[in-house]
């Protein structure tokens, strides 16, 4: 299958040479088992690899399981992955088969994978190289036959030097890495991008499309785009919503685009999503910054106590829950969000949008603004936790559990 064909079928816009490339990759890699790693910032467009992948091998007929690594709590993600035997832990009250075995014969698309717990790194390793696991609670070896296509927006290297991600694990899964470039970086696909998402919003809300003023071209494309594709999807929609006139000239458009200025608001230039939110909002922000700094920083004091060092020095891979208590948090069946999608026909592939690093703990005097901003969001989001997160730049597995710790409706 050419390129042409394969971004016509996968709904894939864009003429860059590294988006090419990266196509290229996938289609030369599908027929072969080889592990691949995804990665590019968030909103690049990682999702659609994996669903390539899948189709062009001999596997597309089996089980394609996409789980996000960032979305299950981390008390279950064993579970999820690999099952477990009845009564291997409170709660367990039948065995369950996990993905690794549902998928035997497909393929398993492990996004986020960087935030997958150092625990269940190691049983990853194990079933990467030897295609055996065993399930929760169990001591009986099983087999399964299961691809893996991974794919993170962090800097693994980063993780790996801070030891949160394990070497030998990341060499297994980078066996063919595909790097996806942010949007900044295809300049010439981003006013075709635009045009297509224009027409798609002219025809879900049955008006003419959005025009853009030459000009106002020449804003967009030089514009930095630090939420890429998605953050150019959502403000398409907003300006089609919001603009009684669909011809935009650069001044109209300007007012969507949030201010990216990285040295002015350094602690808010990590969050992407700002654009939505209010002066008093953005305020809150920073102090839930600051708040999670404060929280690392208690962390690291502890846990040197802990091991009865004061050396600053140590490197100490520190995780919320060495904090937490070891129990285990029920999925939420109703959410959606935290389960994977598995699907074995290809015109029902849906996207899941990426989450972001995690937030931990509270201090006291910050807790009602939290709960204040979590409501807000949640509401800004018709309750939708995903988006959310993403919003408020937590993880969904964080921003789950203060909707329970706030009893937040
Ligand atoms: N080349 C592209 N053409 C059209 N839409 C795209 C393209 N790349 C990404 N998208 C859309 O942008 C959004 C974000 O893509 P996604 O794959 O979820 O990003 P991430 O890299 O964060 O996983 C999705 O709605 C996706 O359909
Ligand atoms: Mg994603």
Redesign the pocket.
Known sequence: MDIQSIKIRF????NSPF?NRAIDVATQVAPTDLTVLVT?E???????FPKIIHQLSARKHGHYIAVNCGAIPEGTIDSELFGHEKGSFTGASDSRKGYFEVASGGTIFL?EVAELPISTQVRLLRVLETGEFFKVGSSKVQKTDVRVVA?T?VNIQKAIEEGKFREDLYYRLNSVPIY?PPLRDRKEDIHL?FR?FAADFAEKYRMPPLRLSPEAVKVLEDYYWPGN??QL?NITEQISIIEPNKEITAETLKKYLPNNNRTELPVLYKKKEDESLSERELLYKVLFDMQKDLTELKKIVFSNIGQGTGSTSSQVPVREDDFMPNTLVPVDNDNEESNPIIISNPNEFQ?Q??TESEIIEESLSLQDKEKEMIRKALDRHRGKRKAAAQELGISERTLYRKIKEYNIK
């Open positions: 709904g894939i816009i864009g988006l590019g968030s909103g690049t467009g990682k999702e659609v996004d794919a927006n996806i991008i297509k594709i998605r999807k996207h949008p990426i």
